[in-house]
Structure formats: C-alpha cells, structure tokens
C-alpha cells in the first residue's frame, strides 16, 4: 500500500490520503487502485452549478491497469 498526501483546488491546498494498492509486481502486468473523499467545502467550492445539486462529500476513486509490452521491467520502491 502507498499514500499519497496532497490536494490542492482552487488556491487551497490540504493533506489528504490517498491510500492505494498495487498488485501483479513482477508480472509484466497489475493493477494500481484506490480512493479518497474530501468535503468540496474545504477548498472554497462552496456553491454550485444553477440547477443542478452536488453533494459536499467528494469521493475520487482510482482504478489503473496497464500491461507491460516492452522495455525493461518497472521497479518499485517501497
């Protein structure tokens, strides 16, 4: 598992955790996943679009595959 830190939005910047997963290390193939949430709120999104309703609550989530089809293979740091 990995953590990335930061999120940065109209000027406002603020740690948060991004907390993903990578599988299929030394395979030639994987997969990288992971989600965050964060209150739009906090970073000055405080109105919205005429009309339409977004909620507050933020949820980001990643979900990357990919393939390697040449080249050397990819090495992890931990």
Known sequence: MFD????????????????FTV???GTGSGE????MAFDR???????GIPFVTIADRVEVIVDLKG??????????KQ
């Open 67 to 76: 393939k390697r089809v040449s080249g050397p293979p990819v090495v992890f």
């Open 4 to 19: 990335a830190l930061h999120a940065a939005d109209r000027g406002v910047t603020k740690p948060e955790r991004l907390t």
């Open 32 to 35: 990288i996943k992971g989600t």
């Open 41 to 47: 709120k906090d970073y000055g999104m405080n109105k």
């Open 23 to 25: 599988t299929g290390k």
